[in-house]
């Protein structure tokens, strides 16, 4: 199996900075994408940024120039560097992987298990 383990959420004044980790472990795989997703109160879980195998990133319109994912492929880990963060970036931010198990011989998608990030004013 392959398991996700999120850390660097919490409380934050608007306007500071905040750096999400998110740790990919387990049997054999390839990364075919890491991503960030969050979810606020009331709302759907919408897409924050993701990174490729290959290095390509995309980033929800709300959060460019502001967040940067990066990934650090030897410790299999995926970060998000959160800048000027807003009240609007309150959430529970949620680490998602799609990728190659060598084990099982097929494509998994995991999920971690959420973190909070409060924003205040």
């Known amino acids: 199996q392959v398991q996700l383990v999120e850390s660097g959420g919490g409380l934050v004044q608007a306007g500071g900075s905040l750096r999400l980790s998110c740790a990919a472990s387990?049997?054999?795989?390839?990364?075919?994408?890491m991503g960030w997703y969050r979810q606020a109160p009331g709302k759907q879980r919408e897409l924050v940024a993701a990174?490729?195998?290959?290095?390509?990133?995309n980033y929800a319109d709300s959060v460019k120039g502001r967040f940067t994912i990066s990934r650090d492929n030897a410790k299999n880990t995926v970060y998000l560097q959160m800048n000027s963060l807003k009240p609007e970036d309150t959430a529970v931010y949620y680490c998602?992987?799609?990728?190659?198990?060598?084990?099982?011989?097929?494509?998994?998608?995991?999920w971690g298990q959420g973190t909070l990030v409060t924003v205040s004013s």
């Open positions: 990174i490729t195998s290959g290095g390509s990133t």
């Open positions: 387990g049997s054999l795989f390839s990364i075919n994408t």
């Open positions: 998602r992987l799609n990728c190659f198990n060598w084990s099982a011989r097929r494509d998994l998608e995991v």
